[in-house]
């Protein structure tokens, strides 16, 4: 059923690091650029990186140096490495494909 399956989600103190992962199915993602976005409570749903099929990525100001995501093509999978981690990143993390596809998510929970 579902074509997007992320995992990693959790409870880690501020500073921590977590490391989110995404399984794709081998169609969506060769053709897609993949993405997570992120959404707290009472807050939009807002992008957090991306990345396209050749490699490129993007990530919002809130993130930059301190999350990195990647893809391994061989196991259709992204991930997003998260580092530093705040209370303000906590939320629930959505693997995204193509800005059509979209996991279930999973939550991130930073305590301080």
């Known amino acids: 059923q579902a074509q997007l399956v992320e995992s990693g989600g959790g409870l880690v103190q501020a500073g921590g690091s977590l490391r989110l992962s995404c399984a794709a199915s081998?169609?969506?993602?060769?053709?897609?650029?993949m993405a997570w976005y992120r959404q707290a409570p009472g807050k939009q749903r807002e992008l957090v990186a991306a990345i396209t099929s050749g490699g490129s990525t993007n990530y919002a100001d809130s993130v930059k140096a301190r999350f990195t995501i990647s893809k391994d093509n061989a196991k259709n999978a992204v991930y997003l490495q998260m580092n530093s981690l705040k209370p303000e990143d906590t939320a629930v993390y959505y693997c995204?494909?193509?800005?059509?596809?979209w996991g279930k998510g999973t939550l991130v929970t930073v305590s301080s």
């Open positions: 995204n494909a193509g800005n059509y596809y």
């Open positions: 081998r169609t969506i993602f060769s053709i897609s650029t």
